[in-house]
C-alpha cells in the first residue's frame, strides 16, 4: 500500500542528522549560517525551533494592543489563531476561494476595521498566492501583512514575498525538505528582527540528546512508509483494534496544546540548526519540480471527473495533493483497496468567527473542509502505480 504522505529526506541525510546532534559546529555559528543563506531582498532572517515558536515572539515584541484584529486565511492549523488569541488579538477570519486556495483583496479589505491591524495570508498545500492585490490594501490602511510559506518552501533563492512584513518557513517532519523540525522567520522590519533576536537570545536551549531520539523515530517512520511495511503497518493496526489515522498523526506531531507556550519558548538545539542548515543549503528543488510534474499530470488526467482544490491557483507544486468528494468516505474506500492510502484526517481546520459575529463564519472553507481527500503523490511513485491511481479515482464517475 502506497503511504499517504512520504518523508522529504534521505537516509543519508537522517545518518547525518544523527552524527551532527553529537558532534556539529556550535549552535550560534550554525543560527548564523541559517539565517545568512535565508536572508535577501532587504530581509533580515532569524532561525526558530519551529515556525509558531517564531510567530509567538513576533507576536511577543509587536505587543499590539489588546483588542486589535488580525485578519486570518480562514484554512490554517488551530495553534496558528490560538497563538494570537494568547496574545489578546482578535481573530478575524477571511474565507478563501477553493478555486485558488486564496483569500479575495475584496473580501479582506471588507473587514477592516478601526481595530484592525494585521492580515496573514496562508499559501495553502504547495499554492502560492499572489499578494498583489493584498500587498495594496495592506499598504492603503496601514496594516501589517504576514504570510505564511510553511507548505510552499521550494529553495533559499524563492522565501515568499519581499513585500511582507514577515515571511514564516517551517521545516517541520511532513514539510519540503524537512529537518524534522525548525523553522524561520524573515523581516522587512530590521529593527524588529533585532529586538526578536535579542529576546530569542534569552530562551534556554532544547537539548540535541532530544533531537537525536527524533531523529531515530523519523527514520523508523520513514521506513515503514515504504509501500510493504507501511501494509504490514495497517494490517497491525487492524489486527489490534488501533485506528491507524490517529497513530499516524501522533507520530508526526509536532507540540502537544498543553503548557504550548512553554514548548515553543526554546532556542534550537545544535544538532537541530545542523540539519536545518544542510537542507536549506542542498535545497535545489529537484524533487520539487518532479512533485510539481507528476502532480500536473495526475490534475490534467482527471480533469472533469473530480474537483482539484486549487487548480486555478497561479502556481502549485502539490506539496499535498487534494481532491473534493461528496462521497468522501466511499471515495476513500475505494482508493484504499486499490492499495492507495487516501485519508480525510488533517491538521487543518477552518478559523473559527467570533462569538460575536456569527456572521463571518468561511462558509466556503468549512464546505470544503468537509468534502476533503489528501490523495499519496509523490515522485518516489512509478508510473503504473500512477495509472492505477488515476483509474481508481475515476471509477464510477
Avoid at 10 to 38: C, M, N
Avoid at 155 to 167: K, L, M, N, Q, V
Avoid at 256 to 265: D, I, M, P, Y
Avoid at 271 to 293: C, F, H, N, P, Y
Wanted: net charge positive; aromatic share 8%.
Amino acid at each position: 500500500m502506497y503511504s499517504r504522505k512520504r518523508l522529504d529526506i534521505g537516509w543519508i541525510d537522517l545518518a547525518a542528522a544523527a552524527l551532527g546532534a553529537v558532534v556539529s559546529r556550535g549552535a550560534a555559528k550554525l543560527a548564523h549560517d541559517i539565517e545568512a543563506a535565508l536572508a535577501g531582498d532587504g530581509r533580515e532572517a532569524i532561525a526558530f525551533l519551529s515556525l509558531r515558536s517564531g510567530f509567538d515572539l513576533m507576536l511577543r515584541e509587536l505587543a499590539l494592543p489588546k483588542g486589535s484584529e488580525v485578519i486570518v486565511s480562514a484554512l490554517t492549523i488551530p495553534d496558528m489563531w490560538t497563538l494570537l488569541e494568547e496574545h489578546g488579538l482578535r481573530v478575524i477570519p477571511v474565507d478563501v476561494d477553493p478555486a485558488t486556495l486564496a483569500p479575495r483583496a475584496a473580501d479582506i479589505e471588507r473587514l477592516v476595521t478601526p481595530a484592525t491591524r494585521a492580515v496573514l495570508v496562508a499559501h495553502l498545500f504547495g499554492t502560492r498566492v499572489d499578494l498583489g492585490e493584498i500587498v495594496q490594501v495592506a499598504r492603503a490602511r496601514g496594516l501589517l501583512l504576514w504570510e505564511d510559506c510553511a507548505q510552499t518552501f521550494d529553495t533559499r533563492a524563492s522565501c515568499g514575498d519581499a513585500r511582507a512584513d514577515c515571511t514564516m518557513l517551517s521545516f517541520g517532519p511532513i514539510k519540503t525538505a524537512t529537518a524534522l523540525g525548525g523553522g524561520a522567520l524573515l523581516f522587512r522590519d530590521g529593527a524588529l528582527a533585532a529586538r526578536c533576536r535579542a529576546t530569542h537570545a534569552t530562551y534556554p536551549r532544547a537539548p540535541s540528546g532530544a533531537f537525536l531520539k527524533r531523529v531515530v523515530k523519523f527514520a523508523g517512520l520513514k521506513f515503514i512508509s515504504l509501500p510493504l511495511p507501511y501494509a504490514c503497518f495497517v494490517r497491525w493496526c487492524a489486527w489490534r483494534g488501533r485506528d491507524y489515522d490517529t497513530a499516524i498523526q501522533m507520530s508526526v506531531r509536532g507540540f502537544a496544546r498543553e503548557r504550548l507556550l512553554e514548548r515553543l519558548r526554546q532556542q534550537p538545539s545544535r544538532g537541530l540548526l545542523w540539519l536545518m542548515l544542510r537542507r536549506i543549503v542542498r535545497s535545489d528543488g529537484t524533487r520539487v519540480r518532479a512533485r510539481k510534474e507528476v502532480g500536473d499530470w495526475l490534475m490534467h488526467a482527471l480533469a472533469g471527473t473530480v474537483e482539484v482544490p486549487g487548480r486555478a491557483a497561479p502556481y502549485a507544486d502539490h506539496w499535498v495533493f487534494t481532491i473534493l468528494s461528496d462521497e468522501r468516505v466511499a471515495f476513500i474506500a475505494r482508493l484504499r483497496a486499490a492499495g492507495f492510502d487516501a485519508t480525510s484526517v488533517a491538521t487543518m481546520r477552518s478559523v473559527p468567527a467570533p462569538a460575536d459575529r456569527p456572521d463571518l463564519a468561511p462558509r466556503e472553507a468549512e464546505r470544503m473542509l468537509a468534502r476533503l481527500v489528501y490523495v499519496p503523490m509523490y515522485p518516489e511513485m512509478p508510473q503504473h502505480a500512477r495509472e492505477r491511481l488515476r483509474a481508481a479515482m475515476s471509477a464510477g464517475r
